[in-house]
């Protein structure tokens, strides 16, 4: 059965959205706080969890930051602040899935769904041994990403990044030129319906853009006036 952690402290909340994930099917684990949450992971290795930034104690970020360190299970946060720094942090630290409260709980069950969906995929395409067929990668410019092994590098530089930042650079960089709607890039880069979160796609390109200028890229990406984006390479940078 599909495990599912819950972490929030509002226990209204708590039962509410584990009665809908129940509703599925999903074996559900509720935590109150955070106190003992690695140490759960580590043991049962959940399918996904749910967490929440504000609780008493540890809060959710620096879990999330500690979780990093050890497992790639797909992470939605939620926040009651539902500021834009929330986003930007809880991505760049590596959550896959951010929804701000008050929200719909069939929401969450739909994004629950989504991120089943991609992490049995991704499971499922590491299952072929290194070697039995030639590594496919995605070239743009200077840029050079090896989805077999979510490595992306400048010139050789290995570039640091996100499993969103990953997934969203590696799929504008395999369809450059073309222009894609922020609701377009939610759907088939994440595989779900859009529920109106599409500034989550604008904190990701600004990320993305940042470590690209670091390392001098002639790859980027640009902005598409009143669409949203698509990728391209300088040409005056390209080496």
């Known amino acids: 059965m599909t ?12 039962q509410l959205i584990s009665e809908y994930l129940k509703k599925e099917t999903y074996e559900v684990t509720s935590f109150a706080d955070g106190n003992s949450l690695v140490k759960r992971v580590r043991e049962e290795s959940p399918d996904c969890l749910v967490l929440d930034i504000m609780l008493p104690g540890i809060d959710g970020l620096t879990l999330l930051t500690e979780l990093r360190s050890f497992t790639e299970i797909p992470i939605i946060m939620v926040s009651a602040r539902g500021e834009e720094i929330d986003r930007i942090i809880g991505l760049e630290l590596g959550c896959n ?12 069950v739909g994004r629950v ?9 991704g499971n499922s395409q590491t299952k072929h041994p290194v070697g039995e067929q030639e590594e496919r990668k995605v070239r743009a410019g200077d840029l050079e990403i090896s989805p077999e092994f979510r490595r992306t590098t400048v010139r050789g530089t290995e570039m640091i990044l996100t499993s969103r930042e ?34 989550v796609v604008d904190d990701l390109v600004k990320r ?30 390209a080496q």
């Open 97 to 108: 899935d951010f929804l701000s409260k008050p929200f719909n709980p069939r929401e969450l």
């Open 208 to 237: 993305i853009r940042k470590k690209l200028a670091e390392h001098e890229s002639s790859f980027t990406i640009q902005t598409v006036w009143g669409f949203g984006y698509k990728a391209t390479v300088r040409t005056e940078c």
């Open 166 to 199: 990953f997934e969203l650079l590696t799929f504008l960089s395999s369809h450059p030129e073309r222009p894609f709607s922020r609701e377009q890039l939610i759907q088939q880069v994440w595989n779900y319906d859009f529920f109106g979160e599409v500034r």
């Open 3 to 14: 495990k599912i952690f819950v972490v929030d402290d509002d226990p209204a909340i708590l």
């Open 113 to 121: 769904k989504s991120m089943l969906r991609l992490s049995k995929a």
